[in-house]
């Protein structure tokens, strides 16, 4: 989504990554909304056009998947991908634990983490669709039911044919839904109740220093809270993975300082007293 990132990434010659600027696939259109828009509301906005993109150019692809910047996997995708074998469109809910359940007003029943289209007359109907919706707005305005691209998503099931809905406890783990779950390692391998863990969606984690993240405190919640097991079969893999890629992209781009949040040592303490401190 910007030079910089790109830049440093073609230097990395990346084999399992084919790469695309934003010049590539910004048409006119997009262009012209550009200007309206704050970073945040443009990147939502390209989502659905990078998927359409993408899916024109691999035209003998099966179906095109969606993922945010912010997921990890811990094990193989392939029991979202049978899920989704009869369907069209798949998405994820959010699953909320009760103490965030109101919050599906304002965010929505079901969270753009991963959503995948086929490459089929269903399919692509959706994408078209929720494309010209975003291209129309895409703002963050709770008030006048808007969430980004994300609220869109709530009539899916309804109003599109072949939709499936994952039900598999390890896609979409996230801070808002963890709290109903019971983690356990058995085999190597970290489980949600009695599934393996797929990915986990590090919503709000932000990163002070190379070796220090925290989650951010949110003013109507206090924050979220996570127990010492979640912390350890989550946060910390996360964390060292992190600070492995920090280390790769310093050595790409030396020198290398963006992303970091630049809180002062006071706010470490805050967040250290709150729990929501993780080190690596």
């Not at 998927?51 to 392939?78: G, H, K, N």
């Not at 399919?123 to 691209?149: F, H, S």
């Not at 970091?260 to 250290?272: F, I, P, Q, R």
Request: glycine share 6%; net charge neutral.
């Amino acid at each position: 989504m910007d030079d910089v990132v790109f830049s440093i990434l073609k230097s990395m010659k990346t084999t399992s990554v084919r790469l695309i600027p934003l010049a590539e696939f910004e048409n006119q259109k997009l262009r012209d909304v550009k200007e309206t828009r704050s970073v945040a509301e443009y990147c939502w906005t390209c989502t659905a056009p990078l998927i359409e993109y993408v899916m024109q150019r691999e035209t003998e692809a099966a179906s095109v998947a969606y993922l945010d910047a912010d997921l990890f996997f811990f094990s193989d995708p392939r029991p979202i991908y049978e899920e989704f074998e009869k369907g069209s469109i798949l998405i994820i809910g959010h699953r909320y634990s009760p103490e965030y359940q109101a919050w599906e007003k304002t965010s929505g029943i079901y969270n753009v983490s991963m959503i995948i289209f086929r490459n089929d007359s269903s399919g692509i109907e959706c994408l078209r669709w929720w494309k010209d919706q975003c291209m129309t707005a895409c703002v963050l305005d709770p008030d006048a039911g808007y969430c980004g691209d994300q609220k869109y998503l709530d009539d899916w099931p309804a109003r599109f044919r072949d939709v499936i809905v994952l039900r598999h406890k390890g896609g979409g783990l996230a801070p808002w839904n963890i709290a109903k779950y019971s983690l356990k390692k058995r085999e190597g391998r970290t489980f949600v109740d009695e599934e393996p863990l797929i990915f986990y969606h590090f919503h709000s984690l932000q990163i002070i220093a190379r070796r220090l993240f925290f989650r951010r405190l949110f003013a109507a919640s206090k924050g979220y809270r996570f127990n010492k097991r979640q912390r350890a079969l989550i946060y910390d893999p996360y964390a060292e993975s992190i600070h492995r890629a920090i280390i790769a992209v310093e050595q790409a781009s030396p020198g290398f300082a963006w992303g970091y949040t630049g809180a002062s040592w006071l706010d470490v303490l805050e967040v250290w007293r709150s729990g929501n401190l993780v080190k690596n």
